[in-house]
T-cell receptor, first 114, second 109 residues
Framework: DAGVIQSPRHEVTEMGQEVTLRCKPI?????LFWYRQTMMRGLELLIY????????DSGMPEDRFSAKMPNASFSTLKIQPSEPRDSAVYFCASSRGTLPDTQYFGPGTRLTVL | QKEVEQNSGPLSVPEGAIASLNCTYSDRGSQSFFWYRQYSGKSPELIMFIYSNGDKEDGRFTAQLNKASQYVSLLIRDSQPSDSATYLCADGGADGLTFGKGTHLIIQP
């Protein structure tokens, strides 16, 4: 299996621009998670899906952030408009079932907002 | 809101010695805990999880859980330079994983 795939791996954009991050989970995994990692706040859960349905988005920082999962093999995290404080590494992870099933992380997208 | 606390380090350990990593958690009702390893510039990868009081061993790694003290630890025996990484402790609840900020471990050859 190819593992969790994320694109792009690096994104540099200017404040106010729209940013779209993409994720393809491992085939057969029913759960998909979006995390953000910064030095200050560590690794934080933003939102997770079960069978393409958003279950908990309480970690989404504000309305500028939105996430979708139109099918079992694709999810997006969108930031509009982006701000410099959104600069972070964004990870997507997937798991077959709920905890303690292992969450497998993608390589991450390093976002820099100038 | 749940919190997981870890000493950020760096924790420096000589090669071949035992590395001891510690973590405390705030939610007394938490049942399961996870240790992830993250190399610089890479994604986290699961080492092991524990949900019963006591010890759980997997190769050179031993996880320890003390629910009364709300304390989790990870021991790495016969430490190798390849163990140098950041180790993340996570509390696994119904709302997903809550991570500590991690401990940076350095194994000195």
């Amino acid at each position: 299996d190819a593992g969790v795939i994320q694109s792009p791996r690096h994104e540099v954009t200017e404040m106010g621009q729209e940013v779209t991050l993409r994720c393809k989970p491992i085939s057969g995994h029913d759960y998909l998670f979006w995390y953000r990692q910064t030095m200050m706040r560590g690794l934080e859960l933003l939102i997770y899906f079960n069978n393409n349905v958003p279950i908990d988005d309480s970690g989404m920082p504000e309305d500028r952030f939105s996430a979708k999962m139109p099918n079992a093999s694709f999810s997006t995290l969108k930031i509009q408009p982006s701000e410099p404080r959104d600069s972070a590494v964004y990870f997507c992870a997937s798991s077959r079932g709920t905890l303690p099933d292992t969450q497998y992380f993608g390589p991450g997208t390093r976002l820099t907002v100038l | 809101q749940k919190e997981v606390e870890q000493n950020s380090g760096p924790l420096s350990v000589p090669e071949g010695a035992i590395a001891s990593l510690n973590c405390t958690y705030s939610d007394r009702g938490s049942q399961s805990f996870f240790w992830y390893r993250q190399y610089s510039g890479k994604s986290p990868e699961l080492i092991m999880f524990i949900y019963s009081n006591g010890d759980k061993e997997d190769g050179r790694f031993t996880a320890q859980l003390n629910k009364a003290s709300q304390y989790v630890s990870l021991l790495i025996r016969d430490s190798q330079p390849s163990d140098s990484a950041t180790y993340l402790c996570a509390d696994g609840g119904a709302d997903g994983l809550t991570f500590g900020k991690g401990t940076h471990l350095i194994i000195q050859p």
